[in-house]
Protein backbone atom coordinates (compact mmCIF):
# COMPACT_ATOMS: atom_id res chain seq x y z
CA UNK A 1 0.00 0.00 0.00
CA UNK A 2 1.36 3.56 -0.85
CA UNK A 3 1.36 6.15 0.91
CA UNK A 4 -1.03 8.32 -0.63
CA UNK A 5 -3.44 5.37 -0.08
CA UNK A 6 -2.49 4.95 3.43
CA UNK A 7 -3.34 9.03 3.83
CA UNK A 8 -6.46 8.54 2.27
CA UNK A 9 -7.99 5.47 4.65
CA UNK A 10 -6.39 7.18 8.02
CA UNK A 11 -8.46 10.44 6.52
CA UNK A 12 -11.59 8.29 6.52
CA UNK A 13 -11.54 6.29 9.60
CA UNK A 14 -10.65 9.91 11.31
CA UNK A 15 -13.63 11.42 9.61
CA UNK A 16 -16.11 8.54 10.31
CA UNK A 17 -15.02 8.33 13.71
CA UNK A 18 -15.92 12.35 14.58
CA UNK A 19 -18.85 11.71 12.18
CA UNK A 20 -19.58 8.66 15.17
CA UNK A 21 -18.91 10.75 18.11
CA UNK A 22 -21.52 13.75 16.73
CA UNK A 23 -24.03 11.36 16.17
CA UNK A 24 -23.45 9.71 19.97
CA UNK A 25 -23.36 13.32 21.02
CA UNK A 26 -26.35 14.28 19.16
CA UNK A 27 -28.16 11.04 20.49
CA UNK A 28 -27.34 12.08 24.11
CA UNK A 29 -28.98 15.70 23.45
CA UNK A 30 -31.68 13.91 21.95
CA UNK A 31 -32.84 11.81 25.03
CA UNK A 32 -31.13 13.57 27.79
CA UNK A 33 -32.08 16.95 27.07
CA UNK A 34 -36.08 16.34 28.56
CA UNK A 35 -35.65 14.95 31.06
CA UNK A 36 -32.53 17.15 32.04
CA UNK A 37 -34.60 20.77 31.25
CA UNK A 38 -38.17 18.69 32.70
CA UNK A 39 -36.05 17.04 35.99
CA UNK A 40 -34.75 20.51 37.09
CA UNK A 41 -38.53 21.92 37.23
CA UNK A 42 -39.09 19.44 39.91
CA UNK A 43 -36.76 21.47 41.82
CA UNK A 44 -36.98 24.82 40.49
CA UNK A 45 -40.40 25.78 39.52
CA UNK A 46 -43.18 28.71 39.93
CA UNK A 47 -44.95 27.68 43.64
CA UNK A 48 -48.28 29.14 44.57
CA UNK A 49 -49.38 29.89 47.89
CA UNK A 50 -50.72 25.95 47.80
CA UNK A 51 -47.29 25.14 48.05
CA UNK A 52 -46.09 27.04 50.58
CA UNK A 53 -49.26 26.25 52.81
CA UNK A 54 -48.45 22.10 52.25
CA UNK A 55 -44.35 23.10 53.26
CA UNK A 56 -45.87 24.74 56.70
CA UNK A 57 -48.75 21.65 57.40
CA UNK A 58 -46.68 18.83 55.87
CA UNK A 59 -43.07 19.73 57.02
CA UNK A 60 -42.83 22.48 59.18
CA UNK A 61 -41.28 24.50 56.66
CA UNK A 62 -41.73 28.40 55.95
CA UNK A 63 -42.51 31.21 58.01
CA UNK A 64 -46.17 31.01 59.77
CA UNK A 65 -46.89 34.62 59.90
CA UNK A 66 -46.00 35.34 56.38
CA UNK A 67 -48.12 32.51 54.72
CA UNK A 68 -51.20 33.07 57.18
CA UNK A 69 -50.40 37.16 55.46
CA UNK A 70 -50.54 35.57 51.64
CA UNK A 71 -53.52 33.47 52.87
CA UNK A 72 -55.85 36.52 53.95
CA UNK A 73 -54.70 38.24 50.68
CA UNK A 74 -55.82 35.29 48.37
CA UNK A 75 -58.71 34.73 50.03
CA UNK A 76 -60.15 38.39 49.68
CA UNK A 77 -59.06 37.95 45.83
CA UNK A 78 -61.04 34.74 45.90
CA UNK A 79 -63.75 36.12 47.26
CA UNK A 80 -66.06 37.82 44.10
CA UNK A 81 -65.23 34.61 42.63
CA UNK A 82 -66.73 32.74 45.10
CA UNK A 83 -69.69 35.00 45.48
CA UNK A 84 -70.43 34.64 41.70
CA UNK A 85 -70.84 31.29 41.69
CA UNK A 86 -73.11 31.33 44.98
CA UNK A 87 -75.18 33.69 42.93
CA UNK A 88 -75.24 31.40 39.69
CA UNK A 89 -76.31 28.24 42.20
CA UNK A 90 -79.29 30.04 43.27
CA UNK A 91 -79.97 31.23 39.70
CA UNK A 92 -79.58 27.83 38.22
CA UNK A 93 -82.57 27.26 40.40
CA UNK A 94 -84.58 29.09 38.92
CA UNK A 95 -83.66 28.53 35.11
CA UNK A 96 -84.26 24.70 35.78
CA UNK A 97 -88.02 25.74 36.14
CA UNK A 98 -88.73 28.35 33.66
CA UNK A 99 -86.26 26.52 31.11
CA UNK A 100 -85.67 23.32 32.02
CA UNK A 101 -83.72 21.95 28.92
CA UNK A 102 -81.16 25.01 29.57
CA UNK A 103 -81.57 24.86 33.42
CA UNK A 104 -80.69 20.77 33.47
CA UNK A 105 -77.76 21.26 30.56
CA UNK A 106 -76.35 24.21 32.37
CA UNK A 107 -76.19 22.17 35.96
CA UNK A 108 -74.43 18.99 34.14
CA UNK A 109 -71.78 21.88 33.02
CA UNK A 110 -71.88 23.65 36.07
CA UNK A 111 -70.66 20.39 38.11
CA UNK A 112 -67.72 20.27 36.00
CA UNK A 113 -66.82 24.12 36.05
CA UNK A 114 -66.72 23.38 40.23
CA UNK A 115 -64.51 20.63 40.55
CA UNK A 116 -62.15 22.48 37.84
CA UNK A 117 -62.24 25.69 40.44
CA UNK A 118 -62.19 22.98 43.66
CA UNK A 119 -58.91 21.37 41.70
CA UNK A 120 -57.76 25.17 40.79
CA UNK A 121 -58.04 26.72 44.61
CA UNK A 122 -58.78 24.03 46.86
CA UNK A 123 -61.97 24.05 49.30
CA UNK A 124 -63.52 26.72 50.13
CA UNK A 125 -63.15 28.26 53.57
CA UNK A 126 -65.70 26.83 56.25
CA UNK A 127 -65.85 23.44 54.15
CA UNK A 128 -65.42 20.31 55.98
CA UNK A 129 -61.51 18.97 55.41
CA UNK A 130 -61.41 16.51 52.70
CA UNK A 131 -60.03 13.18 53.75
CA UNK A 132 -57.53 13.13 50.98
CA UNK A 133 -54.74 14.97 50.91
CA UNK A 134 -54.56 16.27 46.82
CA UNK A 135 -58.30 17.50 47.68
CA UNK A 136 -56.80 20.10 50.98
CA UNK A 137 -55.19 22.24 48.77
CA UNK A 138 -55.14 23.96 45.19
CA UNK A 139 -52.90 23.86 42.81
CA UNK A 140 -49.29 24.12 44.27
CA UNK A 141 -47.42 24.69 40.91
CA UNK A 142 -48.08 27.39 38.78
CA UNK A 143 -47.59 25.52 35.63
CA UNK A 144 -50.34 22.90 36.96
CA UNK A 145 -52.72 25.86 37.86
CA UNK A 146 -52.33 27.06 34.35
CA UNK A 147 -53.86 23.97 32.60
CA UNK A 148 -56.03 23.82 35.34
CA UNK A 149 -57.34 27.23 34.93
CA UNK A 150 -57.68 26.09 31.01
CA UNK A 151 -59.83 23.40 32.10
CA UNK A 152 -61.80 25.96 33.79
CA UNK A 153 -62.27 28.18 31.38
CA UNK A 154 -62.70 26.17 28.40
CA UNK A 155 -64.92 23.42 27.73
CA UNK A 156 -63.35 20.47 26.21
CA UNK A 157 -64.53 18.21 23.99
CA UNK A 158 -63.81 15.95 20.38
CA UNK A 159 -64.36 16.37 16.68
CA UNK A 160 -64.96 13.58 14.46
CA UNK A 161 -65.77 15.14 11.31
CA UNK A 162 -62.64 13.96 9.64
CA UNK A 163 -62.95 10.83 10.53
CA UNK A 164 -59.60 11.08 13.25
CA UNK A 165 -60.99 12.10 16.49
CA UNK A 166 -59.80 15.48 17.13
CA UNK A 167 -59.43 17.07 20.58
CA UNK A 168 -61.40 20.74 20.79
CA UNK A 169 -62.32 23.66 23.29
CA UNK A 170 -64.57 25.38 23.32
CA UNK A 171 -64.98 28.97 25.67
CA UNK A 172 -67.36 28.37 28.61
CA UNK A 173 -68.00 31.70 28.53
CA UNK A 174 -70.64 31.09 25.45
CA UNK A 175 -72.39 28.55 27.11
CA UNK A 176 -73.38 31.03 29.90
CA UNK A 177 -73.95 34.23 28.26
CA UNK A 178 -76.64 36.46 30.20
CA UNK A 179 -75.98 34.25 33.43
CA UNK A 180 -74.88 35.83 36.41
CA UNK A 181 -71.74 33.28 35.80
CA UNK A 182 -70.69 34.95 32.69
CA UNK A 183 -68.53 37.41 33.49
CA UNK A 184 -66.27 35.38 36.11
CA UNK A 185 -64.65 33.89 32.85
CA UNK A 186 -63.36 37.48 31.89
CA UNK A 187 -62.84 38.86 35.24
CA UNK A 188 -61.52 36.03 37.71
CA UNK A 189 -60.28 33.78 35.42
CA UNK A 190 -57.98 35.51 33.90
CA UNK A 191 -54.09 34.47 34.32
CA UNK A 192 -53.55 38.10 35.60
CA UNK A 193 -56.27 37.72 38.24
CA UNK A 194 -55.20 33.93 38.92
CA UNK A 195 -52.10 35.26 39.98
CA UNK A 196 -54.30 37.40 42.82
CA UNK A 197 -55.63 34.24 43.88
CA UNK A 198 -52.30 32.23 44.19
CA UNK A 199 -49.48 34.35 44.28
CA UNK A 200 -46.72 32.46 42.61
CA UNK A 201 -43.35 32.98 42.77
CA UNK A 202 -40.21 31.13 42.06
CA UNK A 203 -39.10 28.53 44.68
CA UNK A 204 -36.07 26.24 44.79
CA UNK A 205 -37.48 23.33 46.64
CA UNK A 206 -34.46 21.32 47.72
CA UNK A 207 -36.69 18.69 49.65
CA UNK A 208 -37.91 16.91 46.48
CA UNK A 209 -34.54 15.23 47.13
CA UNK A 210 -34.67 15.00 51.16
CA UNK A 211 -38.39 14.57 51.74
CA UNK A 212 -40.76 11.87 52.33
CA UNK A 213 -43.37 11.43 49.94
CA UNK A 214 -47.12 12.30 51.06
CA UNK A 215 -50.63 10.73 48.92
CA UNK A 216 -49.05 8.68 46.46
CA UNK A 217 -46.23 11.43 45.40
CA UNK A 218 -48.69 14.40 45.03
CA UNK A 219 -46.76 16.05 47.97
CA UNK A 220 -43.61 15.81 49.22
CA UNK A 221 -40.20 14.12 47.90
CA UNK A 222 -37.83 11.15 47.03
CA UNK A 223 -35.98 10.49 49.74
CA UNK A 224 -37.41 7.20 50.56
CA UNK A 225 -36.45 6.11 46.60
CA UNK A 226 -32.88 7.34 46.61
CA UNK A 227 -32.45 5.70 50.14
CA UNK A 228 -33.39 2.01 48.54
CA UNK A 229 -31.43 2.66 45.57
CA UNK A 230 -28.20 3.67 47.34
CA UNK A 231 -28.81 0.66 49.35
CA UNK A 232 -29.57 -1.78 46.78
CA UNK A 233 -26.64 -0.44 44.90
CA UNK A 234 -23.78 -0.33 47.55
CA UNK A 235 -25.42 -3.86 48.64
CA UNK A 236 -25.07 -5.20 45.62
CA UNK A 237 -21.06 -3.98 44.99
CA UNK A 238 -20.48 -5.19 48.57
CA UNK A 239 -21.36 -8.99 47.47
CA UNK A 240 -20.17 -8.96 43.95
CA UNK A 241 -17.13 -6.83 44.14
CA UNK A 242 -15.12 -9.28 46.25
CA UNK A 243 -16.05 -12.32 44.43
CA UNK A 244 -15.56 -10.75 41.18
CA UNK A 245 -12.31 -10.33 41.46
CA UNK A 246 -11.15 -13.34 43.65
CA UNK A 247 -13.15 -15.67 40.45
CA UNK A 248 -11.01 -13.56 38.22
CA UNK A 249 -7.57 -14.37 39.71
CA UNK A 250 -8.46 -17.74 40.26
CA UNK A 251 -9.50 -17.78 36.35
CA UNK A 252 -6.40 -16.42 35.36
CA UNK A 253 -3.24 -17.15 37.97
CA UNK A 254 -4.44 -20.50 39.27
CA UNK A 255 -7.06 -22.49 37.16
CA UNK A 256 -4.61 -22.87 33.66
CA UNK A 257 -6.43 -23.45 30.34
CA UNK A 258 -8.60 -26.90 30.82
CA UNK A 259 -11.30 -27.81 29.02
CA UNK A 260 -13.48 -27.07 32.28
CA UNK A 261 -12.17 -23.46 32.63
CA UNK A 262 -12.68 -22.75 29.15
CA UNK A 263 -16.59 -23.72 29.75
CA UNK A 264 -16.45 -22.01 32.90
CA UNK A 265 -15.58 -18.73 30.84
CA UNK A 266 -18.43 -19.38 28.19
CA UNK A 267 -20.87 -19.68 31.04
CA UNK A 268 -19.79 -16.28 32.79
CA UNK A 269 -20.10 -14.52 29.20
CA UNK A 270 -23.70 -16.06 28.75
CA UNK A 271 -24.62 -14.80 32.03
CA UNK A 272 -23.99 -11.22 31.45
CA UNK A 273 -26.23 -11.67 28.27
CA UNK A 274 -28.91 -13.29 29.91
CA UNK A 275 -32.00 -10.85 30.43
CA UNK A 276 -32.48 -9.04 34.18
CA UNK A 277 -36.01 -10.06 34.69
CA UNK A 278 -34.59 -13.88 34.52
CA UNK A 279 -32.04 -12.79 37.24
CA UNK A 280 -35.39 -11.33 39.46
CA UNK A 281 -37.35 -14.72 39.32
CA UNK A 282 -33.99 -16.75 40.82
CA UNK A 283 -33.97 -14.14 43.18
CA UNK A 284 -37.25 -14.55 43.70
CA UNK A 285 -36.61 -18.23 43.91
CA UNK A 286 -33.18 -18.19 45.75
CA UNK A 287 -33.82 -15.85 48.41
CA UNK A 288 -36.75 -15.61 49.71
CA UNK A 289 -39.33 -18.61 48.44
CA UNK A 290 -39.56 -20.77 51.78
CA UNK A 291 -37.82 -23.88 50.40
CA UNK A 292 -35.20 -22.49 48.73
CA UNK A 293 -31.87 -23.52 49.94
CA UNK A 294 -30.13 -19.56 50.51
CA UNK A 295 -32.66 -17.99 51.64
CA UNK A 296 -32.09 -14.59 53.12
CA UNK A 297 -36.16 -13.21 54.55
CA UNK A 298 -39.43 -14.47 54.06
CA UNK A 299 -40.59 -11.45 51.98
CA UNK A 300 -38.81 -9.02 49.65
CA UNK A 301 -36.01 -7.27 51.27
CA UNK A 302 -33.28 -5.09 50.41
CA UNK A 303 -30.58 -7.67 51.33
CA UNK A 304 -32.31 -10.16 48.70
CA UNK A 305 -32.33 -7.74 45.86
CA UNK A 306 -28.91 -6.96 46.83
CA UNK A 307 -27.66 -10.66 46.60
CA UNK A 308 -29.94 -10.34 43.25
CA UNK A 309 -28.19 -8.05 41.95
CA UNK A 310 -25.25 -9.04 42.61
CA UNK A 311 -25.60 -11.95 40.58
CA UNK A 312 -26.85 -9.83 37.56
CA UNK A 313 -23.17 -7.72 37.93
CA UNK A 314 -20.81 -10.43 38.58
CA UNK A 315 -20.18 -11.79 35.54
CA UNK A 316 -19.65 -8.42 34.14
CA UNK A 317 -16.81 -7.71 37.08
CA UNK A 318 -15.03 -11.24 36.26
CA UNK A 319 -14.97 -10.48 32.96
CA UNK A 320 -13.21 -7.29 33.36
CA UNK A 321 -11.24 -8.40 36.37
CA UNK A 322 -9.38 -10.99 33.94
CA UNK A 323 -8.65 -8.88 31.18
CA UNK A 324 -7.51 -6.24 33.89
CA UNK A 325 -5.05 -9.10 34.92
CA UNK A 326 -4.16 -9.93 31.81
CA UNK A 327 -3.06 -6.81 30.93
CA UNK A 328 -0.32 -6.79 33.26
CA UNK A 329 2.96 -7.33 31.88
CA UNK A 330 4.80 -10.80 32.39
CA UNK A 331 7.47 -9.16 33.81
CA UNK A 332 6.08 -7.69 36.88
CA UNK A 333 4.77 -11.38 37.88
CA UNK A 334 8.95 -12.45 37.05
CA UNK A 335 10.31 -9.80 39.22
CA UNK A 336 8.59 -10.55 42.08
CA UNK A 337 8.88 -14.33 41.80
CA UNK A 338 12.40 -13.81 41.14
CA UNK A 339 12.96 -11.98 44.80
CA UNK A 340 11.51 -14.69 46.38
CA UNK A 341 7.96 -13.85 46.69
CA UNK A 342 5.41 -16.52 47.00
CA UNK A 343 2.78 -16.71 44.15
CA UNK A 344 -0.77 -14.95 46.14
CA UNK A 345 2.48 -12.86 47.29
CA UNK A 346 3.03 -11.66 43.94
CA UNK A 347 -0.71 -11.32 43.19
CA UNK A 348 -1.72 -9.34 46.34
CA UNK A 349 1.10 -6.61 46.28
CA UNK A 350 2.27 -6.67 42.40
CA UNK A 351 -0.73 -8.03 39.84
CA UNK A 352 -3.91 -6.41 41.85
CA UNK A 353 -2.67 -3.01 42.49
CA UNK A 354 -1.61 -3.20 38.57
CA UNK A 355 -4.68 -3.63 37.17
CA UNK A 356 -6.48 -2.08 39.79
CA UNK A 357 -7.79 0.75 37.41
CA UNK A 358 -9.06 -1.41 34.76
CA UNK A 359 -11.00 -3.65 37.47
CA UNK A 360 -12.40 -0.27 38.47
CA UNK A 361 -13.71 0.28 34.73
CA UNK A 362 -15.31 -2.82 35.21
CA UNK A 363 -17.17 -1.67 38.50
CA UNK A 364 -18.10 1.73 37.13
CA UNK A 365 -20.10 0.35 34.27
CA UNK A 366 -21.39 -3.06 37.15
CA UNK A 367 -22.65 0.22 39.48
CA UNK A 368 -24.01 1.89 36.74
CA UNK A 369 -26.26 -0.97 35.92
CA UNK A 370 -27.22 -2.45 39.16
CA UNK A 371 -28.59 1.41 40.14
CA UNK A 372 -30.40 1.74 37.05
CA UNK A 373 -32.26 -2.15 36.70
CA UNK A 374 -35.63 -2.64 37.56
CA UNK A 375 -36.54 -5.91 36.61
CA UNK A 376 -34.62 -7.75 38.80
CA UNK A 377 -35.82 -5.92 42.56
CA UNK A 378 -39.48 -6.41 41.31
CA UNK A 379 -39.82 -9.28 42.86
CA UNK A 380 -37.07 -9.46 45.06
CA UNK A 381 -36.54 -5.63 46.97
CA UNK A 382 -38.92 -2.87 45.63
CA UNK A 383 -42.29 -1.67 47.47
CA UNK A 384 -44.58 1.15 45.74
CA UNK A 385 -45.14 3.32 48.53
CA UNK A 386 -42.72 3.24 52.21
CA UNK A 387 -40.72 5.01 54.30
CA UNK A 388 -36.55 5.16 54.91
CA UNK A 389 -35.67 2.24 56.10
CA UNK A 390 -32.68 2.23 58.63
CA UNK A 391 -29.86 -0.48 58.32
CA UNK A 392 -31.79 -2.74 60.66
CA UNK A 393 -34.46 -3.69 58.32
CA UNK A 394 -32.52 -4.16 55.25
CA UNK A 395 -33.30 -7.79 55.77
CA UNK A 396 -36.79 -8.09 56.43
CA UNK A 397 -38.21 -4.98 54.92
CA UNK A 398 -38.87 -4.31 51.49
CA UNK A 399 -38.06 -0.37 49.98
CA UNK A 400 -38.91 1.73 47.69
CA UNK A 401 -36.47 2.65 44.68
CA UNK A 402 -35.97 4.93 41.85
CA UNK A 403 -36.33 2.57 39.04
CA UNK A 404 -39.10 0.49 39.81
CA UNK A 405 -40.80 3.66 41.54
CA UNK A 406 -40.39 5.63 38.10
CA UNK A 407 -41.83 2.73 36.36
CA UNK A 408 -44.70 2.75 38.56
CA UNK A 409 -45.63 6.24 38.47
CA UNK A 410 -45.34 6.15 34.72
CA UNK A 411 -47.71 3.00 33.99
CA UNK A 412 -49.92 2.55 36.80
CA UNK A 413 -50.06 5.71 38.81
CA UNK A 414 -54.38 7.18 39.18
CA UNK A 415 -52.83 10.32 38.20
CA UNK A 416 -50.58 10.08 35.76
CA UNK A 417 -51.02 12.98 33.71
CA UNK A 418 -50.97 15.28 36.89
CA UNK A 419 -47.41 14.61 38.50
CA UNK A 420 -45.22 14.55 34.91
CA UNK A 421 -43.09 17.10 37.19
CA UNK A 422 -42.22 14.26 39.92
CA UNK A 423 -41.92 11.38 37.04
CA UNK A 424 -39.45 13.51 35.32
CA UNK A 425 -37.83 14.71 38.47
CA UNK A 426 -37.95 11.26 39.85
CA UNK A 427 -35.86 10.52 36.65
CA UNK A 428 -33.35 12.74 36.65
CA UNK A 429 -32.43 12.43 40.17
CA UNK A 430 -31.79 8.54 38.99
CA UNK A 431 -29.81 9.72 36.44
CA UNK A 432 -27.67 12.31 38.71
CA UNK A 433 -26.88 9.51 41.08
CA UNK A 434 -25.55 7.38 38.36
CA UNK A 435 -22.98 10.06 37.26
CA UNK A 436 -22.21 10.90 40.35
CA UNK A 437 -21.36 7.33 41.40
CA UNK A 438 -19.63 6.99 38.02
CA UNK A 439 -17.99 10.24 38.39
CA UNK A 440 -17.03 9.78 41.85
CA UNK A 441 -15.44 5.90 40.79
CA UNK A 442 -13.42 7.71 37.75
CA UNK A 443 -11.72 9.87 39.63
CA UNK A 444 -10.80 7.08 42.14
CA UNK A 445 -9.37 5.05 39.10
CA UNK A 446 -7.50 7.87 37.51
CA UNK A 447 -5.96 8.92 41.19
CA UNK A 448 -5.26 4.93 41.49
CA UNK A 449 -3.35 4.98 38.12
CA UNK A 450 -1.39 8.44 38.66
CA UNK A 451 -0.12 6.93 41.99
CA UNK A 452 1.09 3.47 40.04
CA UNK A 453 2.32 5.54 37.58
CA UNK A 454 4.78 7.39 40.26
Given at each position: MNLNSRKVIDGSFTAFSGFSIAVMGIALVVLLGPIISKGI???IFKGT?????????????????????????VQKARAPLYQAIDAFSSELEDLKKNNPAQGYALEADFAEFNKSVFKLL???????????????????????????????????SWDYSEGMGKKVFKPRAEMYKGTKLEPVFTQYLSEDYARKMLEPEWTF???FFTDVSYDAHFFGGLWPEVLGTLYLTFG?????IPAGIIAAIYLVEYAGDTKLVAFIRSCISTLAGVPSIVFGLFGLACFIMDDSWFQISRTASVAAGSATLALLVLPTIIRASEEAIRAVPSSYKEAAMGLGATKWKTVASIILPAALPGILTGIVISMGRAAGETAPIIFTAAVTVGKPLGLDQIFSQPTPALPWNLYNLCTEHEAVDEIRHVQYG?????????????????????RI???LRG
Open positions: GAYVEHREVMLDLFQRGNKKEIAREENAGPRPGQPEPQLQRDRFGQTRWDGALHVLGQAVNVEYYGAMLLAMAFTLLAIVLALNFSAICLRAAKK
